[in-house]
């Protein structure tokens, strides 16, 4: 069974996944759900359709972005074919039915709902995308399509966390140019000219500064769970190789 966790402010059907409870095997065990991983097509096929199964969204329902650490949002009114998502980093509906997904190794997902008129959203949020707007422009799209600013939920998902996310200085310098008040989500690094930034807290404090009514942040570190999550970074230590990445999902009410 694909393993999830929830966020109880979010009224609609949504998981942020783990790695636990599919079919692949090797470095992509068991619920690699990423399309672009050099994982054997059809286990990635079943394992988005365990998840689509978990939530009672149509396999063929369950749609996803190429995403490219952006701030383009897409309106999900129909569904497309599986891999052949737009280039984008977030996307809204508000019919039901549809599951929006984004896919992560370490980047935050972040999932919104307007309980009031059942408008959901998922974001890619990796730094690049953060620090663009990409979670303020997903509610903005939300809100043209009817949602209240004030009544959105969001919740931020298992990510990198601050003790395990060193950066140099061009990161904290973009984060920065964007408003000198963001160097609270840096601490000091392990080497000279590095810094633990907090992306999760960052995320959230973006999310409480756009005005919408909550906000959650799960506070759960991908890279110190192995069992638990894929992670880019934690690859990226132990010398390259195969990595797999887990998926977040929510349904339109």
Request: with cysteine.
């Amino acid at each position: 069974m694909a393993e999830s966790l929830r966020a109880d402010l979010l009224p609609f059907p949504h998981g942020f996944f783990t790695r636990r409870g599919g079919v692949s095997s090797g470095p992509f065990a068991s619920l690699n759900c990423s399309l672009s991983s050099a994982d054997d097509p059809a286990a990635v096929a079943e394992n988005r359709g365990l998840v689509a199964d978990s939530l009672n969204v149509g396999r063929d329902r369950l749609v996803g972005c190429t995403q490219v650490h952006g701030i383009d949002v897409v309106h999900v009114d129909t569904v497309w074919a599986v891999g052949a998502g737009p280039r984008a980093d977030a996307m809204v509906a508000n019919r039901p039915g549809i599951g929006l997904g984004v896919i992560t190794a370490d980047c935050a997902p972040v999932l919104f709902a307007d309980p009031g008129t059942g408008i959901v959203g998922a974001a890619h949020a990796g730094w690049r995308g953060a620090v663009a707007g990409v979670v303020e422009a997903t509610i903005d799209a939300m809100v043209r399509l009817g949602a209240q600013r004030s009544r959105i939920a969001a919740a931020v998902g298992p990510c990198i966390g601050q003790a395990s996310y060193e950066v140099a200085a061009d990161l904290r310098d973009a984060v920065l140019a964007n408003d000198p008040a963001d160097a609270r989500f840096f601490g000091p690094g392990q080497r000279a000219g590095r810094w633990q930034f907090d992306l999760a807290s960052y995320c959230g404090a973006r999310l409480t500064a756009a005005g919408i009514g909550a906000v959650h942040v799960t506070g759960i570190d991908t890279l110190a769970e192995d069992a638990r999550f894929f992670s880019h970074r934690r690859r990226t230590l132990a010398g390259g190789g195969p990595i797999g990445h887990q998926i977040s999902v929510i349904a339109a009410g």
